[in-house]
């Protein structure tokens, strides 16, 4: 078979952001790349242009397509032949930067895949969904946990009713490395994310709470009605929040807690996830990916590994397994899984065929403004002593 037939070729890739010192971009080339149907042809890599200039070789980016800015990037490429121009731009840099960038690319009609948190603020959200509605092209959320084979599992077990009606979700994203303001030393990870000029509305979370909020939607496709928030600054000096807890009434009268932490001694990325059904009780660990817990009263718990069983497998993304049993895949195939459900729409736009954008099995523009709904409202209800403010938007997918 060629790579993504029909088009036989490998789709070409732009990186805004991923200059030197830099995190996130890095690991979009690679996830983009994994699978030989994406090669990185362009970037502007840095807000400081000559560090998007001299970040390129490490990429193996050609000095001719290393550009100054994102400007310039999306400029250059529209006057190239379009068979040379590239396909898609992955946006991560920090933020306060997405919408920008990502709403020229999209009205240049280039593909999108942006990191989380979309925007920095809804109404930046809600204007992006305008302009994607308004155009054909793909746009990829990398909400990369939701790629994991067995969150997928997860999702295809509550939807097929193995868990029974669902009445508890328990999220947490609790990390350690911002519990001193190492901020104030200018780490530049840390600098931007506790700037709220840069970050948004919410530290903590936008930054991760998001992440844990969003798991609890892709793995069971409950829909959230309000939500009761607490933020907590500890850091003193810090500008935005650096701990909280969250309460979520869902429509069938399920409760969801959504705790994130950075402030925690000794933790990384413990993002963990447990759903109660009436019939059955998940768990899973993204630090321990490839076990998920499955327990049923009166019967032997169930540690469950990827691949997934077959009955799961056309429901999960095709080929999110790369490897046989025992040999363990974690975060970069991962996020690759979102680039491979992207890239499977972006071949079929290519090829005039239609494909489904809101209702794809990776996240999208669609959980972007939900993303940005649950942040708006989170700092809202903590504003007022934890009330209960809405949670439901009308770009909510099941
Ligand atoms: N999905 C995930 O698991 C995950 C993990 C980490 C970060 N993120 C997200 O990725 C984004 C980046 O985070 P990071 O930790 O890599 O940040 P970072 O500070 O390490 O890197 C940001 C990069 O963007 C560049 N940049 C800033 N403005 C730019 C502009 N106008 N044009 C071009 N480049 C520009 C910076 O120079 C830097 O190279 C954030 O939105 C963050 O929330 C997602």
Redesign the pocket.
Known sequence: MGINEPLNRKLRMAL????QG????RVHSIAACLDNRAVLTAG?????PE??KSSAPDYGIEDSRAYT??QELIESELALPEDQRIDFVSI????H??FEVAQAAVKAGFNVVC???MTYDLAQAEQLLETVQNSDVVFAL?H?YTGYPLVRQARAMVLAGELGEINAIRSRYIQGWLRDSIESDDQ??AA?RTDPTKSGAAGAFG?IGTHAYNLGRFMTGLLPEQISCHLKTYVPGRRLDDYGTAVIRYENGALGTVTASQISHGRHCGLEIEIDGTKGSLTWHQENPNEMSFRRNGKAHQILVPPPEPEYQDRMGAGVCRLPAGHPEAFFEAFANIYIGAFDDMVKRAAGQPFDGRDSIYTNCYDGVEGMYFIQQCVASSGQDAAWVPLRHEAARR
């Not at 830099?22 to 971009?25: A, D, K, L, Q, V």
């Not at 502007?44 to 400081?48: C, E, K």
């Not at 991560?92 to 933020?95: G, Y």
């Open positions: 805004v952001g991923g200059g830099s995190f996130i971009g502007a890599l840095s807000s400081n560090r998007a800015s994102y991560a840099t920090p933020n930067v997405h990191d989380k948190p990398s990369n530049k990870q931007w930054d």
